[in-house]
């Protein structure tokens, strides 16, 4: 059996020798461990009045601008399945992670987890958004509102009431908020989804550890070029062959083909003894 720990090992005291940022990056993997559902492949589907749509087509601008109580309704019913799912050892360990002096977590993840296992809000940049807030349609401004917890208890399914969509229009001009998400035809942009702080803190990073990512949005890709820039170390881990592998692979770096909930905790451990 291969010891994939070994490389990890080698890895880790090399980064001691020369500590440095580190920084952590996530995507769906990390939270599927939890039991939410990647929204890639079937398992996505979207029904309602006999209509089937795939995430991709829902979770968009266009979507939004002709449908979006429709829209809406898709995104409560994900908020409310994330607000019944508990964070698992992975999101802890990385919590955990924040007491290291030199330390950032970028996640793709929209569904709050990390937040729940405890990070700080200084600590974390959330790159496709959060479930949990909202913002003018119209860019009235840029201000994020949190959506009210009248939603907690949406039902699947269930179209939205007079008073519900009154809780979804800004509190300046009153026109309808939209989920500060960043949709599949949309661009990354700093004010929301801290772009340009993601690629600097890549460009700083010692060591990256990427997580249950499959790198098939352009940020992350762009973070993981630029760390090979500055020859930052990299740590991968994720049970599936992924870009991030391919890389630690090509450059003599490590990679767990493992859930992270059963490595994180030992690889924090490693890297704060
Ligand atoms: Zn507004």
Redesign the pocket.
């Known amino acids: 059996m291969i010891d994939y720990w070994r490389d990890t090992e080698r890895i880790v005291d090399n980064f001691k020798r020369k500590p440095g940022l580190v920084l952590v990056l996530t995507g769906a993997g990390i939270s599927s461990e939890s039991g939410i559902p990647t929204y890639r492949g079937s398992d996505g589907y979207w029904n309602k009045e006999s209509d089937n749509f795939l995430p991709m087509e829902i979770a968009t601008y266009s979507m939004f601008s002709r449908k979006p109580w429709f829209v809406w309704e898709w995104y409560l019913s994900r908020r409310v399945q994330c607000l019944n799912t508990e964070p698992n050892k992975g999101h802890f360990a990385i919590a955990n992670m924040e007491k290291m002096e030199d330390f950032f977590l970028i996640t793709q993840n929209i569904d709050n987890l990390h937040k729940k296992a405890g990070i700080s809000d200084n600590k974390i940049f959330e790159i496709h958004g959060n479930l949990n807030f909202a913002r003018?349609?119209?860019?009235?401004?840029s201000e994020v509102y949190e959506v009210d917890e009248c939603f907690n208890y949406h039902v699947k399914g269930m179209d939205l009431s007079e008073n519900e969509k009154r809780k979804l229009s800004?509190?300046?001009?009153?026109?309808m908020l939209r989920p500060n998400i960043l949709w599949f035809d949309e661009c990354y942009d700093e004010v929301h989804f801290h772009f340009y702080s993601s690629t600097e803190l890549a460009l700083k990073a010692r060591l990256l550890i990427s997580v249950g990512t499959t790198g098939q949005t352009s940020l992350p890709i762009q973070i993981l070029e630029r760390v090979l820039i500055n020859k930052g170390l990299i740590i991968d881990i994720n049970p599936d062959d992924n870009p991030f592998r391919s890389s630690a692979q090509k450059t003599g770096n490590a990679f767990l083909p493992y859930k992270s909930g059963e490595v994180l905790p030992r690889l924090s451990e490693m890297l704060m003894k």
């Open positions: 003018c349609y119209k860019e009235c401004s800004c509190p300046k001009c009153g026109s």
